[in-house]
């Protein structure tokens, strides 16, 4: 198995605390919710060890990243030691000043605002009251400097038949290049309250049909690497291969849906080294304490979840006598921990004969 | 000035990867540039100290079975590193 001498990126939460409580927020109620956040000179510290070990790119998240005064002197560290950035935002707190500041470093790649609905009423909803003008103002906010917007759509119970007007409200009227979209996966705060905020395999089919329809309309300019246009994409193919009987790739027929430990790691806000902000529960070692180039290379947490690809779904009962097996490669590993405890086994909401069984279909696909 | 001991750029970031390659990163611009080991020798000895003359003769010395149009391709390379800004001359003030 080959690996790089360090991770070319990666994903930091640089606070825990946010000033929304999005109905669906991955960060709170998971493990990532610690309650403390690392001072800016331990993640200064920090920045020049990545700097020595050649990392190019880190993603700041949260919480909510701007939510942090000192946002502009963690920035400073992070171009001092000739990295480049990009920012996971609720786009509420992005002043015209902010937004100067990062066109001003000129190793801002994106910042990535969530705007759920086209207007209030939908936004607003998960969302909290007003937020969705100011992530609006925000968007703006950025775009007057020049800063590289990508706004993320989470597709839930509420907005669904919104979405063809979400779609129009951001490639046509905030004239966005593209964005992307996921859905509320039964991680952090959605899982208290799944029913009202998950779809359901109606709900699904028919958000896989829009966004199908909308992805065709648009080419190019929506892309999911989770979600109901995610979901439809692989489904589809995976459903064809199925049909025509071709030889699986050489990842297909195991848990190889995550190749994330390859190319990069996470911290937490507290300093704590995991592998993705999303399996915060692994805790593999501490900023400044320990060698992040030899954890990278050496701990066994990561050997292991890197040697995961390697798992056959034949072996699980679970897969057992699927007819797509041979050309799937079983989902999310932190939704599988979240829903059964393991990171090391097929997460069931990825799963394409569990979701034609319950009565879900794939638009335009015959199966 | 040292007009013929090219110096690389120190912003510009050499990342090692696989079987001696390896990527040149202008965080700046964002763009990237693939390197063979040939060129990851080179990029090592833009030191300042380094004439290209003393460059090629250290890879002579390191390497078997040198091709006499090695010297053309490292002056043609180093060009391409100082036309894009991630080599350049020192200036001595």
Known sequence: MRLMRSPASLDVAITGRCNLRCLYCAHFSSARDVPEDLPASEWLSFFEELGRLAVLRLTLEGGEPFFRPDLPEIIEGIVKNRLRFSILSNGTLITEELAAFLAGTRRCDSVQVSIDGSKPETHDSCRGQGTFARAVRGVQNLQRHGVQVTVRVTINRTNVEDLPEVTRFLLEDLELPAFSTNSADFIGLCRSQADKLQLSVSERSRAMEIMWELEHKYPGRITALAGPLFDVQEWTKMAQAQRQGGPPSHSQGHLAACGGVFSKLAVRADGVIVPCVHLSHIELGRVNRDDFGELWRQHPELQRLRERQLIPLSEFSFCRDCEYQNYCVGGCPAVSFTRTGQEDLPNPDSCLRRFLEQGGHLPDVRV | ?93
């Open chain 2, 1 to 93: 000035m040292t007009a013929d001991r090219p110096l690389a750029n120190p912003l510009v970031v050499l990342r090692e990867e696989f079987d001696d390659w390896a990527i040149l990163f202008d965080p700046d611009t964002g763009h990237a540039f693939g390197l063979n080991p040939v060129g990851v020798f080179v990029w090592q000895r833009l030191d300042g100290r380094h004439s290209i003359d003393d460059i090629l003769t250290e890879l002579q010395d390191s390497c078997q079975e040198v091709p006499g149009e090695a010297g053309d391709h490292v002056r043609a390379f180093i060009d391409h590193l100082l036309k894009n800004g991630l080599a350049g001359y020192e200036y001595q003030i």
